[in-house]
Each structure stands twice: as structure tokens, then as C-alpha cells.
């Protein structure tokens, strides 16, 4: 594999932590090109969150380098490597209950993001417009005024996820978007995903096979912190060591 | 600050004050046991906690008052039976506030702390009503007066000797009823993980009663040794609360030993400072440290690192 | 639909609000009560300031600080130490062993005024450090744990120490702090007798403006897109992490604002009652004044000032006559507004009076508009 290539969105090295001894992620590499929408699988426990965790820097990594766009993520707080330029979402939605609809997409638009911004931050015209287009892309702009802790589960995961797109981050990084969803609503989310992924690099970790071969364009199969296969779908899925410990059962 | 003294009368100073900073550390222990108990396995924060060791105190002043006016030849052993009740009479308090109170508010620790303030408020005008605002105290039977003499310089009073053998054989109690009783492994596993420990079979409620009349009952029997050492008033817990929260904040929440060394380090500090200083300028010294270095390292001193 | 509702600083029903505490405070009060009573109102209000500090810091971010009385203090000794030395001139200090400095300093054996009283000679200094050195102090503190994520039951354990370690201070170092009587026999500001009847009227009114002025401000934030977040904040913290927002400068900022606004209730209790001491540094004051918050509703400002009304008005009528009954009332009331009324008087207001009063006045001009639910009064 190519280790310099400029190309990368994202380079992920030798990516370690450990907890009291126990490495959840070891020694892990891996690198995302733009435009590209990469597939974490992996069995239970097998450190894909921790990895998320890792590179948004809701955990502190024990060793290793995150270069995104040539920037050390690693000794960066959060909020600079959302802007950044780098999307997390969680897997389970965490949204603003207390807040509406609106308000939760407006607290996500990128202005006004320090202390006197947000204090003198208007709600103009441009906000208002760009919620709006938003909200119809995420299929809640019948709900804008409606509080978030009224939403459907799955309308709520697609709130969060137009938290980010409002963002509008380079590298979007999906933990389980479909998962806890109806049929129905699996379909409409593959549908915005496909539609999001087409001008940024997105990272999904999910377990459902089928809409992993739906949006996948390369998938890295992680095993104990580590990387146990990487390539295309159908790569990974002829992959002994893959079929043993995870596709197997 | 040591030019005025000779080397023999600063090896007695520090160790009278070193052994005053034992009796202290013992009172630490035994008011911190407690709500290590309540506050590192629950979670909860109870402002009361200085007004069931008061508790305590009461009862072990009833009790001496009733051997002494019915049980005369008993009295050298009031004191036993005083503190096993004082442990009852608290912990039957504590299950019954848990019962009233706290199990409604697990999910909101900051309004447990206020509705615990209000209760500790509550306790202490009952104390004032019934046995009037004046500090009393109890008779110490003979053999625990006077004290030991180590060396010429150094003298060691008996009834601190006895507070620290307390304080001793409690922290040894609670241990073994933590890490090798059925019911310290369920409260563990509570602590760890609620709905797992419920879908196991382990009576949630009832071991979060329990857990709140032990904290609460342990308390009770620090009073009861308090009275040892000093006399009882109805407002002499809200005195302690914060020392006592200190403790163990600083020990690391859910670490029985990071409490011990915590209340070692702060009444050791604490003590030997009073000598060179005021009591005043030891104790604000002592807390700001302590304050101080919580600010650095909010874990406190003995702490895991959790996977998230 | 378009949003364009609440972009107005004040909505209809907020400013029928602020009339009607406007009116109380200015009017009604006024009018029905004697210069003594009034006065007694007015240290109410100053312990409202802390309660509007308090609807911001909890109520909406949710960080619990038991430690408001610090900040009060701080204020309210900046006050007193200029208000002290203006009354420790050497003509009415002359019978001192050291004339010109304040009388407890005397008594302690010092000599010499402490280098850190000058800069309270001026009172252009003194306004300053009134705000300031709370501020300074609240912000060291909210940085050192705010920075490093401590927040909670810690935050609030670690506050009600730093009130303790103060109290303990001032008492300690009398010499320089007035110990446990506080600084007392405060005078003339500016060469103005403070302690007339007519004085007392004025300060009344220069305090409800000032708590008007705060009122506006905390509206001002809670309407601001911060105001959001920090109710963001207080139910998802790392969803506005990662958000891309800097959480503990947040929390920074309104923990300073409440000391702010603390700051300045205290240096209007010292110029009302004409003193300031330890006792409303404490654990003890610290805490009761989270209680006025919580009963007046702790997600409303205007909540929080009759909430403080009505609780110092009981306590002041009840341990006149009934001090035992006092302190059971208190802790029952912190026990009942957190069990059974935790929104408090805004959210009693809101589901009972509310729907009563609109349901009233629909019935009369026909139109059932108003007689929707709405959230709390804000």
C-alpha cells in the first residue's frame, strides 16, 4: 500500500489505546481517498466505535498519528477537529429533546461557534434557508417547530444526520446510522446516504450486509483492534480469516 | 521555624501531633466509611449524612443515661451496647429515607443533594426541640480516662487509642463485607451495571435500601465513637460535611483505600500544620490543597481509566 | 413553514411579565410599605441577583454551584472595605492607638493598612474590583474544572468547599477582614449618609434598576442562540462537542456571569444594610440561596425573584415569631420543591394559573388562541 500518497483524505497510523492494559485498538492502520465511502465491520468488540472515538477525539489515543488533510488530529479537542472539518455521528441518536427540530439544526449550522458568537449570532435569512433545505434532504421539513423528543426513532437519526450535514464536514463518520430502524425507513435512509456520500468521504461502521453492499465502496473488517481484511465487498466476503470469525455465523 | 526547639521536643511534637493527626485521621475514617459507601457505590449525595452521625451521638447519650440511672454495674460496657445500637437505630433511619426519598431522585443527583440538605435541616431542629440547642456530653466509663505514657515527652490518651481501634476494626468490617459478602457483590454489580444486575436476578431495590441504611448505619457508629472524644450538639454534622465529602472526593469515589489514604493525608496534613500555624490558617491550608489538587486531578487519588 | 416566531427580544406574555414584577417592585411595594420594610425587601432583592446568576448556571446549563455565596461576598466586601475606609478617617479614628485605619484593625494590633486595602480608597477602583475580582475568582475556578470536564455533584462539592475554605478565611484573619463580626459601622458614600431614611428609599430604587438591568440580561442570554446551548448542553454535552463548540468556555462564561451578577446583589446588600460578613459567604447562605431559584421555578428569571421574595418574606415572618417551626419549613421546602414541584413557582404558574386565566379570558373575547399549552414562563 501506498504510505504517501497525498491523495488521502484521512491516514490513520499504527493507531493504538489501551484501557488499564487492554488494547481495544492496536496498532491500526488504514486510509480513506475523497469521495470514498468506507465500511466498518466487525464482530462485537471488536474496537469499531473505539476507532470513531479515536479519530473524533472522544478518547485519547495511547500512540499512533490521524492525519486528516495533513492535519494531526490526535492532539486536537474535539470542536477544532470538527472544524476541521470531520462529522461524527453516535449510535444511538443524540439529539436536543428539549429543543425543536429547527433549533436543533440551527445549534449545528457553523457560525457563531464561540462564546460572543453565539451571543450576538442572528437568525437571518441565509440560516433560515439553508435549515430549510436541510430539513426537506432529512424529510422532517413538516416538523421544523416540532420538539426533537417527539420524533420517531428513525426521525431522529436522520435529524442527527442533518446536524452534520449542515456542517457539511469532509469526512463523515457514521456509527450504525440504520440500526433500531423499520424497513421502510432503512430504505429512505440508504437513499439519503447515497445522495450525501456522492461529494465527501464518509466512514460507516454497520452491520447490515445488505446495506453495506448497497454504499460501500471499500470495507475493512476489524478484529480485536485490529485489521483483519480490507478491499471491496466482495473481497472481504470470500476472505477465509472474514468468514471464521465474523461472516461464519 | 524549627530554630527555637531542640531536636528531643520536635521528635515530641511531631509525634503528639502526629498522633493527635491519628485521632483525627480515625474520626475521618469513620464519618467518611460511610458515605464512601453511599456516595462511591450509589452515587448519592446525602447532605444528612453529618446529622445520622448525630444521630449516633444521641443514642449513645441515651444509652449512657439509662445505665447510669438503671444499670449502674453495667457501665463500663455501656458503650458496646450503645453502638450497636446507635448502628440500627441509624441504619433503620437510612432505609426508611431511602424508602421515602432517595429511591425517587436516583436519576437527578443534584436534586438529591438539595432535598437531602432540606431533611439534614429537618433533623437538626428535631435534635434542638428534643434535646435542646446546648452540647451534651457523655460520661466516658473509667477505664477508657487517662491516658499511656510512651516516653517522658510523649503521652498517648486512651480514649483515642480506642477511637482508632474503631476506626480500624471498622474499615476491616466493611472490607470484608464489600469483597467477600453476597451483599457487597451485588452492590458492586449494581454500581457496575443496574439493568444487568436487575436481569440477573439481584433485587435492585432492596440492595440500594440496604446499602443506604449501611452507609447510614456506619455513620451512626461514628457518632457513637465521637462521643468519646468530644461532646454533641444539634448542629455539629453540617461541622463535618464538607471535611468529610473531601475525604472522599479526594480518595477517588468508589475506593474504600483511596478514602483511607485520603483522610490520612488530610487530617496529617491538617494536624501537624495546626502546630506552626492557627487552626484556622491548618484547616483553610489544608482544604485549598486538597481543592487544589482536585482541580488538577478531578479523579481523585486512587481511580480506574474506563473504557467509555 | 418559515420560523420567523421569537425574534423579538420581548414577546407579548414576557413583557405583561416584567410590568407586572416592574409594577411590584416599583409601585406597589413602594407604596404599601414603611421605610423599614421596604428596606428589609430591598436585601431581598440583592439575594435575587444570585438567584437570576443561578436560573442560568443550573436551570438551563445545569451546573450546580453551592458556592454563590462566595461570590456575593466578594462583591459585597469590595463595597464594604471602600465604605470602611471612607468612614476610618483620622479625625473620626482619633482615639486609636493607630489613627486613619479601619477600628478592627486597630484592636488586632496592625499598624498599617495592608497594600491589598489601598486601591478601595478609590471608588472608580472599587466599582471595578467589584465585578472584577469575583469574576477573576469564579473564572479560575470554572477554567481549572470546566477545562479538564468536571461537572455535577463534583462541581457543586467542590464550590461548597471553596465557600467553606473563604468563610474560614475571613474568620481567621481578622485583623484584616473584620473576622466573624464582618466589616460593620459603614457610614457615608461619597459624603453621603447612607444610613437615613431617604437614603435607604433611594438605594431601594438604584437596586431595582440594577436587578432590572440584570433581569434584561439574563433574558438577553436566555434568548440568545447560547441560551440554547446550554440547554443543549446540559441534556447531550458531547453532541454539542461534536458540533464543533468548545463546551467548557460555555460553562466558563456563564459561571462568571452568575458571579457577575452575584457580585453586584452583594455590593447592594453591603450599601442597603450597611454591613457585610462571613454569614452570607457560607455553606449555609450559599446553599438557601439555590433554594430561592428552585422555588421560584429554576429554568425562570422572574421565577427566581419572586422565589426569593417569597422565601426570605417567610423566613423573616416565621423566625420572628415561630423560629423552631422556621427551619423545619425550610427543610421540608427544599424537600417539596424537588420532589413534588420541581419547575417551582414558574411551573406551577404555567400548568395551573395559566390555563385557568387564558380559558378566563377566551371565554370573554371569544378567542381560544391563547388557550394552547406553553412551556414554561421564560
Known amino acids: 500500500m501506498v504510505q504517501n500518497n497525498p491523495n488521502f483524505v484521512l491516514m490513520v497510523e499504527d493507531l493504538t489505546v489501551s484501557f488499564d492494559g487492554f488494547k481495544a485498538v492496536n496498532d491500526l492502520s488504514f486510509y480513506v481517498e475523497p469521495n470514498e465511502c468506507r465500511v466498518i465491520i466487525g464482530p462485537n468488540g471488536a474496537g469499531k466505535t473505539t476507532v470513531l472515538d479515536l479519530i473524533c477525539g472522544r478518547t485519547k489515543a495511547t500512540g499512533g498519528s490521524v492525519n486528516f488533510k ?165 473481497r472481504v466476503q470470500n476472505d477465509p480469516k472474514v468468514i471464521e470469525v465474523y461472516l461464519g455465523h | ?50 446529622e445520622f452521625m448525630i444521630l449516633g451521638a444521641y443514642v449513645t447519650y441515651l444509652v449512657s443515661n439509662v445505665f447510669s440511672d438503671y444499670l449502674p454495674f453495667l457501665f463500663s460496657i455501656y458503650f458496646f451496647v450503645a453502638m450497636a445500637l446507635a448502628f440500627v437505630v441509624t441504619g433503620a433511619l437510612g432505609m426508611f429515607v431511602e424508602w421515602a426519598m432517595i429511591r425517587h431522585l436516583y436519576k437527578r443527583p443534584l436534586d438529591t443533594l438539595l432535598a437531602t440538605w432540606g431533611l439534614s435541616l429537618i433533623l437538626q431542629q428535631i435534635y434542638r426541640s428534643v434535646f435542646g440547642a446546648r452540647e451534651v456530653g457523655v460520661t466516658i466509663p473509667e477505664w477508657m480516662m487517662g491516658s499511656l505514657p510512651l516516653t517522658d515527652m510523649i503521652e498517648v490518651p486512651i480514649n483515642g487509642m480506642f477511637v482508632m481501634v474503631l476506626a480500624v476494626g471498622i474499615s476491616i468490617a466493611i472490607y470484608v463485607l464489600m469483597f467477600r459478602s453476597t ?45 468519646m472524644i468530644g461532646s454533641t450538639g444539634p448542629t455539629a454534622g453540617q461541622l463535618y460535611i464538607v471535611d468529610t465529602f473531601l475525604v472522599v472526593v479526594f480518595g477517588g469515589a468508589g475506593s474504600l483505600l483511596g478514602t483511607i489514604a485520603s483522610a490520612f493525608s488530610i487530617s496529617q496534613a491538617q494536624s501537624i500544620l495546626e502546630f506552626f500555624l492557627s487552626g484556622s490558617m491548618a484547616k483553610v491550608l489544608t482544604l485549598l490543597t486538597v481543592v487544589g489538587i482536585l482541580m488538577l486531578r478531578p479523579q481523585g487519588l486512587f481511580a480506574l481509566k474506563l473504557r467509555k | ?251 466558563i462564561f456563564v459561571f462568571c456571569l452568575g458571579a457577575a451578577f452575584s457580585a453586584i446583589g452583594g455590593a447592594m446588600f453591603t450599601l442597603q444594610v450597611g454591613f457585610m460578613s462571613p454569614t452570607l459567604v457560607g455553606i449555609v447562605p450559599s446553599i438557601e440561596m439555590v433554594i430561592f431559584c428552585a422555588v421560584g421555578g429554576r429554568l425562570s428569571i422572574i421565577g427566581a425573584v419572586y422565589g426569593t421574595l417569597l422565601v426570605n418574606f417567610a423566613k423573616t415572618t416565621f423566625s420572628e415569631s415561630f423560629p423552631e417551626v422556621w427551619l423545619l419549613g425550610l427543610g421540608a421546602l427544599f424537600i417539596a420543591v424537588v420532589m413534588a414541584f420541581p419547575r417551582g413557582l414558574a411551573g406551577i404558574w404555567a400548568d395551573w394559573v395559566e390555563p385557568r386565566l387564558s380559558s378566563l379570558f377566551s371565554r370573554k373575547t371569544g378567542d381560544d388562541s391563547t388557550a394552547a399549552p406553553k412551556t414554561p414562563a421564560e
Open chain 3, 1 to 251: 413553514m418559515t420560523p420567523t416566531k421569537k425574534t423579538a427580544f420581548l414577546t407579548p406574555k414576557e413583557m405583561i411579565g416584567f410590568a407586572i414584577l416592574a409594577a411590584l417592585i416599583f409601585v406597589v411595594l413602594p407604596l404599601a410599605l414603611d421605610t423599614f420594610r421596604l428596606n428589609l425587601f430591598g436585601k431581598y432583592l440583592t439575594y435575587a441577583f444570585v438567584a437570576v446568576g443561578l436560573v442560568l448556571c443550573w436551570g438551563a446549563g445545569g451546573i450546580l454551584s453551592l458556592g454563590q455565596g462566595v461570590f456575593f461576598g466578594l462583591g459585597g466586601y469590595c463595597m464594604a472595605m471602600f465604605l470602611k475606609l471612607e468612614a476610618s478617617t483620622p479625625e473620626n479614628t482619633a482615639i486609636q492607638s493607630t489613627p486613619g485605619i479601619p477600628d478592627f484593625m486597630d484592636w488586632n494590633q496592625i499598624t498599617a493598612l495592608p497594600w491589598w486595602w489601598e486601591p478601595f480608597h478609590s471608588f472608580g477602583l472599587t466599582l471595578i474590583a467589584i465585578i472584577a475580582v469575583p469574576v477573576v475568582f469564579a473564572f479560575i475556578i470554572a477554567f481549572a474544572m470546566f477545562r479538564r470536564r468536571v461537572g455535577g455533584v463534583y462541581f457543586a462539592i467542590i464550590t461548597q468547599a471553596i465557600a467553606a475554605i473563604l468563610t474560614i478565611l475571613i474568620i481567621g484573619q481578622q485583623g484584616f477582614t473584620g473576622g466573624v463580626n464582618g466589616i460593620t459601622d459603614l457610614r457615608t458614600l461619597h459624603g453621603w449618609d447612607i444610613r437615613t431614611d431617604e437614603a435607604k428609599n433611594i438605594l431601594y430604587f438604584v437596586n431595582g434598576i440594577l436587578l432590572f438591568a440584570v433581569l434584561f440580561a439574563a433574558h438577553y442570554v436566555r434568548k440568545s442562540k447560547l441560551g440554547r446551548l446550554l440547554i443543549a448542553m446540559r441534556d447531550q454535552e458531547d453532541r454539542v462537542r461534536f458540533s464543533g463548540y468548545d463546551v467548557a468556555s460555555f460553562k
Open chain 1, 70 to 234: 495533513g492535519q494531526e488530529l490526535l492532539n486536537m479537542r474535539e470542536d477544532q477537529i470538527v472544524h476541521a472539518g470531520v462529522g461524527r455521528k453516535f449510535q444511538t441518536p443524540s439529539v436536543y429533546e428539549d429543543l425543536t427540530v429547527f433549533e436543533n439544526l440551527e445549534l449545528s449550522y457553523p457560525k457563531g461557534h464561540n462564546v460572543f458568537g453565539a451571543l450576538f449570532f442572528r437568525r437571518d435569512d441565509t440560516v433560515k434557508d439553508r435549515i430549510q433545505e436541510i430539513a426537506e434532504m432529512i424529510f422532517l421539513e413538516e416538523l421544523l417547530q416540532e420538539k426533537a423528543a417527539f420524533l420517531s426513532h428513525g426521525q431522529k437519526q436522520w435529524l442527527e444526520i442533518g446536524m452534520l450535514l449542515i456542517q457539511d464536514p469532509e469526512l463523515l463518520m457514521l456509527d450504525e446510522p440504520v440500526a433500531g430502524m423499520s424497513v421502510a425507513e432503512r430504505k429512505k435512509t440508504a437513499e439519503l446516504l447515497n445522495r450525501i456520500i456522492a461529494d465527501r468521504s464518509v466512514i460507516v461502521i454497520e452491520h447490515d450486509m445488505g446495506f453495506v453492499a448497497d454504499i460501500a465502496t471499500r470495507v475493512t473488517v476489524l478484529h480485536q483492534g485490529k485489521v483483519l481484511s480490507e478491499g471491496s465487498m466482495e
Open chain 2, 1 to 50: 521555624m524549627f530554630a527555637d526547639y531542640s531536636m528531643g521536643e520536635l521528635t515530641a511534637i511531631f509525634a503528639m501531633q502526629g498522633f493527635a493527626g491519628l485521632i483525627l485521621f480515625s474520626v475521618f475514617v469513620l464519618m467518611a466509611l460511610g458515605l464512601a459507601i453511599i456516595f462511591g457505590q450509589m452515587g448519592v449525595i446525602n447532605m444528612a449524612h453529618g
Open chain 2, 183 to 227: 451483599w457487597g457483590k451485588q452492590v458492586r454489580a449494581i454500581n457496575q451495571n443496574r439493568i444487568m444486575a436487575g436481569a440477573v436476578g439481584i433485587n435492585t431495590e432492596w440492595t440500594d435500601r440496604l446499602t443506604f441504611g449501611i452507609g447510614c448505619g456506619v455513620a451512626g457508629v461514628a457518632g457513637s465513637a465521637f462521643t
